[in-house]
């Protein structure tokens, strides 16, 4: 079973930037895809942005641009890096993983990202 860790949320001024990062430990598939989405108050959770363990990345098209994922395959980390964050990026942000071609996920714990205006 995996197991993720979530850190590098906080609050932040708009136009920022914060880093996320989320280690996963346990039983990784060796095709898999990690990633983040994202959940605001009263709203369905989203995806953000996901990467497979072949470099291969996805973005939402709200993100383009301003959010980067990356990931190190030796650590089971993936990251975040987000810049020019908006108020509206305001939400707590999860990681998953998955293996490539299954819709199940294995979820983080969430860590919150606010951006003040």
């Known amino acids: 079973q995996v197991q993720l860790v979530e850190s590098g949320g906080g609050l932040v001024q708009a136009g920022g930037s914060l880093r996320l990062s989320c280690a996963a430990s346990g039983s990784i598939f060796s095709r898999n895809s990690m990633g983040w989405y994202l959940q605001a108050p009263g709203k369905q959770r989203e995806l953000v942005a996901s990467?497979?363990?072949?470099?291969?990345?996805f973005y939402a098209d709200s993100v383009k641009g301003r959010f980067a994922i990356s990931r190190d395959n030796a650590k089971n980390t993936v990251y975040l890096q987000m810049n020019s964050l908006k108020p509206e990026d305001t939400a707590v942000y999860y990681c998953?993983?998955?293996?490539?071609?299954?819709?199940?996920?294995?979820w983080g714990q969430g860590t919150q990202v606010t951006v003040s205006s």
């Open positions: 990467i497979t363990n072949f470099g291969s990345t």
């Open positions: 998953f993983a998955a293996a490539l071609g299954s819709s199940l996920r294995t």
